[in-house]
């Protein structure tokens, strides 16, 4: 009987140590309904309520994963502290100064955390007063000269004090938070005897290998910060990995690679995934969409081994199909063949019999506004440019329907003299009763070419090179110019067309 009370009251005081009681005083607070938040990624959400009485707040945090948290009172106004596998007491003098009357009593990783907020607002304020004088001075001057060494020293300051609150606070979750918030001191290039640079990519190298240097990236408490999520996005930004598809997949999946992708409820692989997928689902930027393909065929798709155990089924099935559709035009790859009809609805055109050193691949609609901007413009290119490089252009116009008659006006108006084909009134109506008389001529693919593009919008404008390879895509009419000149050895000729910045996003806006 003994031995059972003996192991009952260990088991007793195991749990007790373990569970965290997160307790908050604040002088003056009315008995009132205060929230837990929590952060995920750069924002809050709620995790608890409870009810306070004569201004003393208690949390149970062992409810409650680790990381970055957040006391919120009506006004609202808010708190932050870290929740950190241990027991938290902080006092607060005055609710309408909650930070700057603030005092931790227990919990040494807030005590930490405090301290280092108070100093970075001390330095950063000194810094910017320094950088704020030293622009207002001529570069060669003493005055100059005299800030730009206070913001060195401030500079350094900071990094000392980094480095020294991280030493005393060595495998707290503190540390991992300083790791992130610290600029990485990159050596001098190596040099050989002459002092020659050995390896002009070396910064880069360092950079990229120690980026990570601190961050263990199985600790759920990471993501449970927004210092990580400006992290993420900065690595894989121009100021990161370099903007190479091929790359940013190869770090991606390094990163991925070093996560807890079983355990569903640390949400580091989930949060990560997510982020780098969606970021180069919606870029702008020409050939990414590379990227989302390859996280969507390496994490998400099929949907029967899918990694992605945070989706439902039917966003899954939606996320694949678009994959599914992305992969079909990604850059370098052979472009989907096309055989549709010119206007008279009776001869076949094959995109890859065109014989041309590059195809512009063109898709428009004669009712869209942008399209009527940029259709005659390709035309002029045509005309004082594309046809004495050898480019031949293939335009795909919405020709169903109402459209018919539109397209055909639109071409005889306009004087359209490129190759102009189109799933025409008579072939569309054909195919919608039965498409096989008709694969004698075309193809599924070539019948439902806006799924086989992906065209949600117009106009949308492709570059092949003479093996039907994708070269470039979702041009403006200025961007396709400056391509074809630079492709064609034509580099430095004239520019009838400026870039318009606005282009790409009213080509988004067009449908």
Same mark, same amino acid.
């Given at each position: 009987?003994?031995?059972?009370?003996?192991? #009952?009251?260990?088991?007793?005081?195991?749990?007790?140590?373990?569970?965290?009681?997160?307790?908050?005083?604040?002088? !003056?607070?009315?008995?009132?309904?205060?929230? #837990?938040?929590?952060?995920?990624?750069?924002?809050?959400?709620?995790?608890?309520?409870?009810?306070?009485? *004569?201004?003393?707040?208690?949390?149970?945090?062992?409810?409650?994963?680790?990381?970055?948290?957040?006391?919120?009172?009506?006004?609202?106004?808010?708190?932050?502290?870290?929740?950190?596998?241990?027991?938290?007491?902080?006092?607060?003098?005055?609710?309408?100064? #909650?930070?700057?009357?603030?005092?931790?009593?227990?919990?040494?990783?807030?005590?930490?955390?405090?301290?280092?907020?108070?100093?970075? $607002?001390?330095?950063?304020?000194?810094?910017?007063?320094?950088?704020?004088?030293?622009?207002?001075?001529?570069?060669?001057?003493?005055? %100059?000269?005299?800030?730009?060494?206070?913001?060195?020293?401030?500079?350094?300051?900071?990094?000392?004090?980094?480095?020294?609150?991280?030493?005393?606070?060595?495998?707290?979750?503190?540390?991992?938070?300083?790791?992130?918030?610290?600029?990485?001191?990159?050596?001098?290039?190596?040099?050989?005897?002459? !002092?020659?640079?050995?390896?002009?990519?070396?910064?880069?190298?360092?950079?990229?290998?120690?980026?990570?240097?601190?961050?263990?990236?199985?600790?759920?408490?990471?993501?449970?910060?927004?210092?990580?999520?400006?992290?993420?996005?900065?690595?894989?930004?121009?100021?990161?990995?370099?903007?190479?598809?091929?790359?940013?997949?190869? %770090?991606?999946?390094?990163?991925?690679?070093?996560?807890?992708?079983?355990?569903?409820?640390?949400?580091?692989?989930?949060?990560?995934?997510?982020?780098?997928?969606?970021?180069?689902?919606?870029?702008?930027?020409?050939?990414?969409?590379?990227?989302?393909?390859?996280?969507?065929?390496?994490?998400?798709?099929?949907?029967?081994?899918?990694?992605?155990?945070?989706?439902?089924?039917?966003?899954?099935?939606?996320?694949?199909?678009?994959?599914?559709?992305?992969?079909?035009?990604?850059?370098?790859?052979?472009?989907?063949?096309?055989?549709?009809?010119?206007?008279?609805?009776?001869?076949?055109?094959?995109?890859?019999?065109?014989?041309?050193?590059?195809?512009? #691949?063109?898709?428009?609609?004669?009712?869209? !506004?942008?399209?009527?901007?940029?259709?005659?413009?390709?035309?002029?290119?045509?005309?004082?440019?594309?046809?004495?490089?050898?480019?031949?252009?293939?335009?795909?116009?919405?020709?169903?329907?109402?459209?018919?008659?539109?397209?055909?006006?639109?071409?005889?108006?306009?004087?359209?003299?490129?190759? *102009?084909?189109?799933?025409?009134?008579?072939?569309?109506?054909?195919?919608?009763?039965?498409?096989?008389?008709?694969?004698?001529?075309? $193809?599924?693919?070539?019948?439902?070419?806006?799924?086989?593009?992906?065209?949600?919008?117009?106009?949308?404008?492709?570059?092949?090179?003479?093996?039907?390879?994708?070269?470039?895509?979702?041009?403006?009419?200025?961007?396709?110019?400056?391509?074809?000149?630079?492709?064609?050895?034509?580099?430095?000729?004239?520019?009838?067309?400026?870039?318009?910045?606005?282009?790409?996003?009213? $080509?988004?806006?067009?449908?």
């Amino acid at each position: 009987m003994k031995k059972i009370l003996f192991f #009952l009251a260990l088991f007793t005081a195991i749990g007790k140590a373990n569970a965290q009681k997160l307790e908050f005083n604040i002088e !003056g607070l009315k008995d009132t309904t205060v929230f #837990l938040a929590k952060y995920f990624g750069p924002k809050l959400y709620y995790a608890d309520t409870v009810e306070s009485k *004569n201004g003393k707040i208690v949390f149970d945090g062992s409810k409650q994963q680790g990381g970055l948290m957040a006391v919120v009172i009506p006004g609202p106004a808010y708190f932050e502290f870290l929740h950190d596998d241990e027991d938290v007491i902080i006092n607060i003098a005055d609710q309408k100064n #909650l930070v700057g009357t603030l005092e931790v009593e227990k919990g040494d990783g807030n005590k930490a955390f405090y301290e280092y907020v108070n100093f970075m $607002t001390v330095n950063q304020k000194a810094l910017r007063a320094a950088v704020d004088a030293r622009d207002g001075f001529d570069k060669d001057s003493k005055e %100059y000269k005299k800030e730009q060494e206070k913001i060195e020293a401030l500079n350094k300051e900071k990094l000392e004090f980094q480095k020294n609150i991280r030493s005393k606070n060595e495998g707290k979750f503190i540390s991992t938070m300083i790791a992130m918030t610290m600029e990485i001191e990159i050596p001098d290039y190596p040099r050989d005897k002459d !002092g020659n640079v050995l390896d002009s990519a070396y910064k880069y190298h360092y950079f990229i290998n120690h980026y990570w240097d601190g961050v263990d990236f199985k600790d759920p408490k990471v993501v449970n910060t927004p210092i990580y999520h400006n992290k993420l996005d900065k690595f894989f930004s121009p100021k990161g990995v370099l903007q190479i598809p091929d790359t940013i997949s190869y %770090y991606a999946d390094w990163m991925l690679g070093q996560m807890d992708q079983v355990d569903q409820t640390n949400k580091m692989f989930q949060y990560t995934c997510h982020h780098i997928t969606y970021k180069y689902e919606t870029s702008k930027i020409m050939g990414m969409d590379k990227v989302f393909w390859h996280m969507g065929v390496n994490y998400y798709c099929p949907k029967e081994t899918t990694k992605a155990f945070w989706m439902s089924d039917e966003n899954l099935d939606k996320m694949c199909e678009r994959v599914n559709k992305v992969g079909r035009t990604i850059i370098g790859n052979p472009a989907p063949m096309l055989i549709l009809t010119d206007s008279t609805e009776q001869n076949w055109i094959n995109s890859y019999e065109i014989d041309a050193e590059y195809t512009v #691949l063109y898709f428009w609609d004669p009712n869209c !506004g942008h399209c009527k901007k940029v259709t005659p413009k390709l035309q002029t290119l045509y005309d004082e440019k594309f046809k004495e490089y050898g480019v031949e252009i293939y335009a795909v116009g919405k020709a169903t329907g109402s459209d018919f008659e539109a397209w055909k006006k639109f071409i005889r108006d306009n004087g359209l003299t490129f190759i *102009n084909v189109g799933l025409t009134k008579n072939i569309y109506n054909d195919a919608m009763k039965d498409p096989r008389p008709l694969l004698e001529h075309t $193809t599924l693919q070539s019948l439902n070419y806006s799924d086989t593009y992906d065209i949600y919008s117009t106009p949308r404008i492709f570059i092949l090179d003479k093996d039907k390879k994708i070269v470039a895509k979702q041009l403006s009419i200025a961007q396709l110019e400056a391509i074809i000149d630079d492709l064609t050895g034509h580099e430095d000729a004239e520019k009838i067309f400026e870039d318009d910045p606005d282009a790409q996003e009213a $080509t988004d806006a067009d449908h």
